[in-house]
């Protein structure tokens, strides 16, 4: 629903996003990332191990599991904020060589 809704000081399509499950990449807590990627993991599809990816810094949980979602307007000035998801497809295609890829990336920086 197009509009602004200003008890949340941004637009209604935002706080659809937030109810929906996206939010800005620097929004992802580790905890909230592990909590996500727990409701998807299945041993028997996934084949990365989800207790070491646990261990990783939250940078390349972030890498490694959220894709982009949309952008929609925040705050009065109509500022433009990019909104992301922990997204499915990207678990199954993860692995523990790509983990590492990530870890190694991350801690280069």
Sequence with gaps: MAGYNYKYQMSNNAVDA???GCKPYDQWAKGDLMDEIQKLFDP???????????N???EVIRMAVLSYS?????TRKYQETDFYF??????LALSD?????YHDYV???
Excluded: C, M, R
């Excluded at 922990?86 to 678990?91: E, F, M, P, S």
């Excluded at 060589?97 to 890829?101: D, R």
């Design 44 to 54: 028997a599809q996934h084949t990365f191990d989800v207790n070491a990816l646990a």
């Design 18 to 20: 937030y109810k929906s």
């Design 107 to 109: 801690l280069s920086k």
């Design 70 to 74: 949309a952008w929609h307007h925040t």
């Design 56 to 58: 990783e810094p939250v």
């Design 97 to 101: 060589k790509t983990i590492q890829k």
């Design 86 to 91: 922990v997204d499915g497809k990207k678990l």
